[in-house]
């Protein structure tokens, strides 16, 4: 489990490129057979990919956490980006086509992840918090999932939002966790930009087309920054920071956060003709 640690607000105007991305982006997810985690001191948020091609591969319990296993205090949100597969949590089996999900409660002891098909695997997205309260295992299916339909395709930002791990849907100790798909010609996500000083916040960017990418903006509102980034790669958001960002072609992604609260709209907005 690879760590990332804190970086303050003057620290980061003075990053060059290359520590904004050794920083803040998680360039390696998904890999055959492996599960690859990341540890951010931002609200102790553990990011991650598991992709079983050949068997069954369980979820490891890091020497780091100092705990009896995974998830003894902590929770976990999985979205699957890729082929159908099967999360099994002591004993019980869910399974999951692309962009269903999972959610797994503090206690559960044995997590494992295969996939039906070697030559279509499952890409299984792992975000997990801390929890102090107890919540069931659930899973949803893509089309039960509440959506939203925001923006426009003469601004660009024509796009749909689904809400899997919040209020209205699959309830957590602090989770929350959902995605959106921009329609083809819309490029913008989040914008207008905001942030939200109670909780951070990471992006997985996913079905980005080869020889695409996404530009994908951070920083404070008067000294934005900028990171390239590739299919299946996410970017660690501090919770001082806006997250928002343009592709080369449209493109999908997860976000996820935790925090303070899980209310979906606690945003604080910044005007776009306020962005430096």
């Known amino acids: 489990m690879n760590y990332r640690f804190e970086a303050s607000r003057k620290e980061v105007s003075t990053f060059t490129n290359q520590e904004l991305r050794d920083h803040f982006l998680v360039e390696h997810i998904f890999e055959a057979n492996q599960i690859h985690l990341t540890y951010s001191i931002y609200d102790r948020m553990i990011i991650g990919g598991a992709m079983p091609v050949l068997g069954e591969i ?25 082929g159908a597969g099967t999360v099994k949590a002591d004993g019980q089996s869910f ?76 309830q957590s100790c602090q989770l929350v966790m959902g ?39 951070m920083g404070e509102t008067k000294e934005t920054k900028h990171i390239w980034v590739q299919n299946h790669q996410a970017v660690i958001s501090p919770p001082w920071s806006i997250h928002s960002g343009a592709g080369t072609q449209n493109y999908s992604f997860i976000w996820g956060m935790a925090g303070e609260n899980k209310d979906y709209t606690d945003m604080d907005f910044s005007e776009i003709t306020e962005l430096r």
Request: proline share 6%; no cysteine.
């Open 179 to 217: 995605l959106t798909i921009l329609e083809p010609g819309s490029i913008w996500n989040t914008m207008p930009a905001h942030v939200h000083d109670r909780r951070m916040e990471a992006y997985l960017y996913f079905d980005v087309k080869p020889g695409q990418a996404v530009l994908h903006l």
């Open 58 to 82: 369980k979820l490891p319990n890091p020497e780091k956490l100092k705990a009896n296993f995974f998830l003894e205090r902590r929770e976990l949100g999985i979205i699957n980006v890729g």
């Open 95 to 170: 399974e999951i086509s692309k962009l269903s999900a999972v959610y797994l409660g503090k206690g559960t002891q044995d997590v494992s992840f295969s996939s039906a098909s070697a030559s279509e695997p499952a890409q299984f997205y792992l975000l997990s918090s801390p929890a102090h309260a107890t919540y069931p295992n659930e899973k949803l299916d893509r089309e039960n999932v509440v959506t939203v339909n925001i923006g426009s395709l003469e601004n660009s930002n024509h796009r749909t939002i689904y809400k899997y791990i919040h209020h209205d849907g699959i």
